[in-house]
């Protein structure tokens, strides 16, 4: 075991060896050629910053991902060295403490050894030379096992040197063969091939760095794009909420316009109650003018009567008739008055019920047409809104989708420009491998354009996309501007419309008090030509006063109702306004409650994404880890089964051993001093041959049970 160790040790720092010395002769030839050719761009003057003797160290222009590549090869095979060093340090501890463990084992087996021998020096005689006879079959054994135990230490030992001589002289004629590619035509040739190489890299470095300004460039153009995006949406957002100010202002019109119609609808509806109590006013008037005709025709037929009675009396009453005959003329004028009256009252009551219905129509239509056009300009305002929101959804989304890519980017270039200065700093140390080496740094150049033209693809189609995003967003301001334009028209049609709805009601008010006036001064003539009639028939008047009484007090019962009804509707009112203005309060909570909602919810994905990617990226390690301790368990069952096999053939021989022992102590009692000198001898020996067989043994032992202890 430890000649193996010895050996794959000395490989491996050969192995180790060979790369270096090609990369410092490397090292050597590029700090020439730096020397030669000066650096194609250099930094600026006046920079108080330090800079390493090794220019295409510091400078970042003259980085490729090839070599950030190379450095992390080498940092791989560093840490592979640190833990090969590692595994064979423990593993020289762990030989340390088997040889210890070894050595005591060897002082017990001794202690035993010479305790049996005691034992059986203390045997009476006679049974020893009984027992003398059959220690010779068991020293011919012994001797045998001790041959092949001797036999198989030496036979390894020997292929182990000869292992190690055979791998001393193939890294000696590996050398010279080293030395000889140095100075062949081969090794002329590589550094030939190195130099275009060095050339061509040089060359690509300088186009990485205009593609790399280019692209720096094209980054800043994208920032003031997404700058001017960013202005454009809050732009459209202040559109949005001047939008809905204005429609919030359209509302609180429209429920003003709704109470100017309940209240207009509410005067109305007096204004009727004020006309059937004319007419029912006029009616009874009717009735009394009736009862007036009837008690005239009465008085005229009493009249008749008296005159015929009374035309003896003629003489005597010549003045009677001739005050009767003006009395009479009297009551025929207030006829004709109280007709003309009647017909004025007539026509009167016609054009107040044409002015209602025509009120009534004009306020329906005017009321169906507003409320027409407040639901359209709802309808489509509701669905610009929501075209508006969907589109700037979409294009934050957009955004932070360009945004994460851009963060990429500057990632990646970060990344890459860290991996390039450590190439640089390492490089100059370590250098570049062989020729496969350069084969494949070659392969790796042609992937890195492969993806560098991938990459100028992807951001030209993300130019062009951005310029259709942009033309688009044009069009929808374009098309916005002119639906608000459009809906500002609607809005002034609208107000005009109001206006003349108002003005044509405002006229409506005015004919209406025109025909109050016009009625109040038909009630003066009536009551005129009433007072007359009173004057003239004082019979009557005790029944008019008390009709006059009873018409008054259910006046003032209908008033009293009507006054309690519009009490009772303006309580109404109020309610209904405290119940929208509730509704308006809860709809407005409500709308910030699901706004706050939606922000958790949307932090709440966001860090469960981040989560995700964490616990992949944990299981993906996990398994990792997980498939090199399956390896290594499976590495230790064989281990521990062959240590297992081993240890069961030494159980055996032992047994064989043993059962040979005890059938054979009736012949060691004859041969006892023959014995013990064989057996010191026989110590003697196996104690060499002995430790080393218990030396690999229990070293397997040991890993096996370690592995175990691993598995629990």
């Not at 020293?139 to 040197?161: I, P, R």
């Not at 009490?567 to 209904?576: A, D, I, V, W």
């Not at 909570?589 to 922000?599: G, L, P, V």
């Given at each position: 075991?430890?000649t193996?160790?010895?050996v794959?040790?000395?490989?491996l720092?050969?192995?180790?060896?060979m790369?270096?010395?090609?990369?410092?002769r490397?090292?050597?030839?590029?700090?020439?050629y730096?020397?030669?050719?000066?650096?194609?761009?250099?930094n600026?003057?006046?920079e108080?910053?330090?800079?390493s003797?090794?220019?295409?160290?510091?400078?970042?222009?003259l980085?490729?991902?090839?070599?950030?590549?190379?450095?992390?090869?080498?940092?791989?095979?560093?840490?592979q060295?640190?833990?090969?060093?590692?595994?064979?340090?423990?593993l020289q501890?762990?030989?340390?403490?088997?040889?210890?463990?070894?050595?005591?084992?060897?002082?017990?087996?001794?202690?035993?050894?010479?305790?049996?021998?005691?034992d059986?020096?203390s045997?009476?005689q006679?049974?020893?030379?009984?027992?003398?006879?059959?220690t010779?079959v068991?020293?011919?054994?012994?001797?045998n096992?001790?041959?092949?135990?001797?036999?198989?230490?030496?036979?390894?030992?020997?292929?182990?040197?000869?292992m190690?001589q055979?791998?001393?002289?193939?890294?000696?004629?590996?050398e010279?063969?080293l030395?000889l590619?140095q100075f062949?035509?081969?090794?002329?040739?590589?550094?030939?091939h190195?130099?275009?190489?060095?050339?061509?890299?040089?060359?690509?470095?300088?186009?990485?760095n205009?593609?790399?300004r280019?692209?720096?460039?094209?980054?800043s153009?994208?920032?003031?794009?997404?700058?001017?995006?960013?202005?454009?949406?809050i732009?459209?957002?202040?559109?949005?909420?001047?939008?809905r100010?204005?429609?919030s202002l359209?509302?609180?019109?429209?429920?003003?316009?709704?109470?100017?119609?309940?209240?207009?609808?509410?005067?109305?509806?007096?204004?009727?109650?004020?006309?059937?109590?004319?007419?029912?006013?006029?009616?009874?008037?009717?009735?009394e003018?009736?009862?007036?005709?009837?008690?005239?025709?009465?008085?005229e037929?009493?009249?008749a009567?008296?005159?015929?009675?009374?035309v003896?009396?003629?003489?005597?009453?010549?003045d009677?008739?001739?005050?009767?005959?003006?009395?009479?003329?009297i009551v025929?004028?207030?006829?004709?008055?109280?007709?003309?009256?009647l017909?004025?009252e007539?026509?009167?009551?016609?054009?107040?019920s044409?002015?209602?219905?025509?009120?009534?129509?004009l306020?329906?239509?005017?009321?169906?047409?507003?409320r027409?056009?407040?639901?359209?300009?709802?309808e489509?305002?509701?669905?610009?809104?929501?075209?508006?929101m969907?589109?700037?959804?979409?294009?934050?989304?957009?955004?932070?989708?360009?945004?994460?890519?851009?963060?990429?980017?500057?990632?990646?270039?970060?990344s890459?420009?860290?991996?390039?200065?450590?190439?640089y700093?390492?490089?100059?140390?370590?250098?570049?491998?062989?020729?496969?080496?350069?084969?494949e740094?070659?392969?790796?150049?042609?992937?890195?354009?492969?993806?560098?033209?991938?990459?100028?693809?992807k951001?030209?189609?993300?130019?062009?996309?951005m310029?259709?995003m942009?033309?688009?967003?044009?069009?929808?301001?374009?098309?916005?501007?002119?639906?608000?334009?459009?809906?500002?028209?609607?809005?002034?049609?609208m107000?005009?419309?109001?206006?003349?709805?108002?003005?044509?009601r405002?006229?409506?008010?005015?004919?209406?008090?025109?025909?109050?006036?016009?009625?109040?001064?038909?009630?003066?003539?009536?009551d005129?030509?009433?007072r007359?009639?009173?004057?003239?028939i004082?019979?009557?008047?005790?029944?008019y006063?008390?009709?006059?009484?009873?018409?008054?007090?259910?006046?003032?019962a209908?008033?009293?109702?009507?006054?309690?009804?519009?009490?009772?509707?303006?309580q109404?009112?109020?309610?209904?306004q405290?119940?929208?203005?509730?509704w308006?309060?809860?709809?407005s909570?409500?709308?910030?409650?699901?706004?706050?909602k939606?922000?958790?919810?949307?932090?709440?994905?966001?860090?469960?994404?981040?989560?995700?990617?964490?616990?992949?990226?944990?299981?993906r390690?996990?398994?990792?880890?997980?498939?090199?301790?399956?390896?290594?368990?499976?590495e230790?069952?064989?281990?521990?089964?062959r240590?297992e096999?081993r240890?069961?053939e030494?159980?055996?021989?032992?047994?064989?051993?043993?059962?040979r022992?005890?059938?054979?102590q009736?012949?060691i009692?004859?041969?006892?001093?023959?014995?013990?000198?064989?057996?010191?001898?026989?110590?003697?020996?196996?104690?060499?041959?002995?430790g080393q067989?218990?030396?690999?043994?229990?070293?397997?032992y040991?890993?096996?049970?370690?592995?175990?202890?691993?598995?629990?």
């Amino acid at each position: 075991m430890v000649t193996t160790t010895i050996v794959s040790s000395g490989g491996l720092a050969v192995r180790h060896l060979m790369p270096r010395v090609t990369v410092q002769r490397l090292n050597t030839i590029l700090a020439a050629y730096q020397t030669k050719y000066p650096l194609l761009e250099q930094n600026k003057q006046g920079e108080n910053a330090k800079v390493s003797d090794i220019p295409w160290v510091a400078d970042k222009s003259l980085m490729s991902p090839l070599l950030a590549e190379y450095d992390a090869n080498i940092n791989l095979m560093r840490n592979q060295l640190e833990t090969f060093q590692i595994k064979q340090k423990e593993l020289q501890n762990e030989v340390d403490k088997l040889v210890c463990e070894n050595s005591k084992l060897n002082k017990d087996l001794k202690n035993i050894i010479e305790g049996q021998l005691k034992d059986v020096s203390s045997i009476p005689q006679s049974v020893a030379s009984d027992y003398q006879v059959e220690t010779a079959v068991d020293d011919q054994v012994l001797e045998n096992f001790t041959a092949s135990v001797t036999n198989g230490t030496t036979g390894k030992k020997d292929a182990a040197m000869n292992m190690l001589q055979e791998s001393v002289g193939e890294v000696e004629r590996l050398e010279r063969a080293l030395q000889l590619q140095q100075f062949g035509p081969e090794h002329q040739t590589l550094e030939k091939h190195l130099d275009q190489i060095k050339q061509q890299y040089g060359r690509t470095v300088a186009e990485l760095n205009n593609e790399i300004r280019a692209l720096h460039e094209e980054l800043s153009i994208s920032k003031n794009e997404l700058k001017i995006a960013q202005n454009q949406s809050i732009q459209l957002r202040k559109t949005l909420e001047e939008l809905r100010k204005q429609l919030s202002l359209q509302e609180h019109e429209i429920v003003e316009v709704e109470g100017d119609k309940r209240t207009i609808d509410a005067k109305a509806g007096i204004l009727k109650k004020r006309g059937l109590t004319l007419e029912t006013r006029l009616k009874r008037a009717e009735i009394e003018i009736t009862q007036l005709q009837h008690d005239n025709t009465c008085l005229e037929q009493r009249i008749a009567e008296l005159q015929r009675r009374n035309v003896e009396y003629e003489e005597k009453a010549y003045d009677a008739s001739l005050k009767l005959k003006d009395n009479l003329l009297i009551v025929d004028a207030a006829r004709l008055e109280k007709e003309e009256a009647l017909q004025r009252e007539k026509l009167a009551n016609e054009e107040i019920s044409r002015l209602q219905q025509a009120i009534s129509t004009l306020l329906e239509e005017a009321g169906s047409r507003t409320r027409q056009e407040v639901d359209l300009v709802r309808e489509q305002c509701n669905k610009n809104l929501t075209s508006l929101m969907e589109e700037l959804h979409h294009l934050e989304m957009d955004n932070s989708e360009k945004q994460v890519q851009i963060d990429r980017a500057i990632r990646e270039k970060r990344s890459a420009e860290a991996e390039l200065e450590k190439i640089y700093k390492e490089g100059m140390i370590e250098g570049q491998r062989e020729k496969t080496s350069v084969d494949e740094l070659s392969k790796r150049a042609c992937d890195a354009e492969r993806r560098r033209d991938e990459a100028l693809v992807k951001m030209e189609t993300m130019q062009s996309e951005m310029k259709k995003m942009e033309m688009t967003l044009q069009q929808e301001k374009i098309h916005l501007t002119a639906e608000v334009e459009q809906l500002r028209d609607r809005l002034k049609i609208m107000n005009h419309e109001f206006e003349l709805a108002s003005e044509d009601r405002i006229k409506l008010t005015e004919k209406i008090d025109e025909l109050q006036r016009k009625m109040v001064k038909l009630q003066q003539e009536r009551d005129a030509a009433h007072r007359e009639s009173t004057k003239q028939i004082t019979c009557l008047e005790k029944d008019y006063k008390h009709k006059l009484k009873e018409y008054e007090v259910r006046i003032q019962a209908t008033e009293d109702a009507h006054r309690k009804a519009m009490m009772e509707l303006r309580q109404m009112l109020q309610s209904q306004q405290r119940m929208s203005a509730k509704w308006k309060e809860e709809c407005s909570s409500i709308t910030a409650k699901f706004e706050a909602k939606i922000s958790d919810l949307r932090e709440q994905c966001r860090r469960e994404k981040q989560r995700t990617q964490e616990l992949t990226t944990l299981l993906r390690e996990s398994r990792d880890k997980t498939a090199e301790i399956e390896n290594m368990l499976a590495e230790y069952t064989r281990n521990i089964q062959r240590l297992e096999e081993r240890i069961r053939e030494t159980g055996n021989r032992v047994s064989f051993g043993h059962s040979r022992l005890v059938h054979s102590q009736n012949d060691i009692v004859e041969e006892r001093k023959q014995l013990k000198l064989e057996l010191e001898r026989g110590l003697r020996e196996s104690r060499l041959s002995f430790g080393q067989d218990q030396e690999v043994t229990h070293g397997h032992y040991t890993n096996g049970i370690s592995g175990e202890a691993e598995k629990l």
